[in-house]
């Protein structure tokens, strides 16, 4: 299934959490937090400003981005879990 953005909403796959601590310890599934980090599947076109010209937005497919904790719309799509969130609610892309 496609599923496009609109405006300035961007589609995001969570990227999987680590399963073990720094320490070297096994985080058990009950324990692990959902991540907020995951990859930009797609974008949409872009918000509209006052002059009618649309502003492209900052993140494109493939960055890699961090996000608020309850950011977004969850999805389904084809048995992965996804994101719909709007492109303020992306705090910053990963190099």
């Known amino acids: 299934m496609k599923l496009q953005p609109l405006n300035d909403r961007v589609l995001v796959k969570r990227l999987e959490s680590e399963e073990k601590t720094a320490g070297g310890l096994y985080i058990?599934?009950?324990?692990?937090?959902?991540?907020?980090?995951?990859?930009?599947?797609?974008?949409?076109?872009?918000?509209?400003?006052?002059?009618?010209?649309?502003?492209?937005?900052?993140?494109?497919?493939?960055?890699?981005?961090?996000?608020?904790?309850?950011?977004?719309?969850?999805?389904?799509?084809?048995?992965?879990?996804?994101l719909v969130m709007r492109e303020e609610d992306i705090l910053a892309i990963l190099a």
Not at 38 to 49: C, D, H, Q, S
């Open 28 to 82: 058990p599934d009950t324990a692990k937090e959902k991540p907020s980090k995951g990859e930009v599947v797609a974008v949409g076109p872009g918000k509209m400003n006052d002059d009618g010209k649309r502003i492209e937005l900052a993140v494109k497919k493939g960055d890699t981005v961090l996000f608020n904790k309850y950011a977004g719309t969850e999805v389904k799509l084809d048995g992965v879990e996804h």
